[in-house]
């Protein structure tokens, strides 16, 4: 479960910035999560309730957003939001298959 490894990287990270700033509690951790990243959020949940006892975090709230998948088409320039698996241009006069994700990954 890779959602282990990214909170416990997470939870890393949070703790340095607290000390950094001089502070002693974490009360709320906020992530933002690309659609398109395929992390469970029930996992990462687990995983945070797992991995914060005993830490700076530790009853701290994990608050999780979702970011929506958006691209463009290259060859139209439209932009558009997806799922992970309907990833080309929604043009009916386009539709190509090439294309850059914005945001969502």
Known sequence: MHETGIMAGVLQA??????????TKITEIRLSIGELTEIVEDALQFAFEALSPGTMADGATLIVTKIAARSKCMQCGTEFSHDRFDRFCPKPECGSFLIETLQGS
């Open 14 to 23: 949070a703790e340095s910035a607290a000390r950094d700033n001089e502070l």
